[in-house]
């Protein structure tokens, strides 16, 4: 088998943080199915950590709105898990900046441009205006390990949204406010916010769904030991 013309490795390689959206509403029993079979991931002693939230319409306007307001005239809150590595190690701060640069460069908006790119961070607030906005939770007393099983999760259900034609965009700064995301969504005393995901048809003509991130070398991430042959693709 080639493995790397397979439909589902073709799926994996479209698949892509969208930024623009249509405004096409997506059907609450498409996003029911798609969580359902997501859950369907593994998870360490079947535990299955983690939470959907998902909004639409006037709940989702209403709480975009507020949250926009809270981001844009509050500090963000100290963090409730580690995200990142302190300090960022050369290596991958040269990563991040590469991301940064693409994703500025497809919008036109020079590195010196300080307005420009803090509108474009506050969209992350908006859900980039997808019609379905979905916040992600995890129980507070979860260990560490739980968060991988989350994120297979999560990714079992951005495969199901390309596969059927959708594209999202997993929103980390949802982390810097999850104090007010708690009090906007009356969540339970148990959940701690974790990410933000925006869902819907991309609006595959915009500038800032042109543009793609690199992904490093098999040979910097993998090794292998004891194939008789040499294929490793």
Known sequence: ??????????????????????????PESVIKKMIALARAAPSSANLQPGKFHALTGEPLGGFVKTLSDISANN?????????????????????????????????NIQ????????????????????????VVTIDKEMGSGCFMDLGMFIMSFLMLAESTGY???????????GSAIHRLLSLSADEKV??????????????????????IALEDFAT???????ETQ
């Not at 493995?3 to 405004?23: M, T």
């Not at 292998?224 to 040499?230: I, K, L, P, Y």
């Open 1 to 26: 088998m080639d493995i790397q013309h397979h439909a589902f490795s073709q799926l994996l390689l479209s698949r892509h943080s969208c930024r623009d959206f249509l405004p096409e509403t997506v």
């Open 75 to 107: 500090p963000p809150e100290p963090a409730s898990y580690s995200y990142f590595p302190q300090p960022m190690p050369g290596e991958l701060k040269l990563r991040q900046r590469e991301a940064g640069y693409a994703l500025y460069g497809a919008l």
């Open 111 to 134: 590195r010196r441009d300080i307005t420009a790119r803090k509108q474009q961070f506050a969209a992350n607030y908006r859900f980039f205006d997808a019609p379905v906005g979905i």
């Open 167 to 177: 594209s999202s965009c997993v929103i980390g700064a949802f982390s810097h406010y």
């Open 194 to 215: 974790v990410c933000g995901i925006a869902l819907g048809r991309a609006n595959r003509q915009a500038p800032v769904n042109q543009f793609r991130t690199s992904r």
């Open 224 to 230: 292998f030991q004891g194939f008789s042959d040499r």
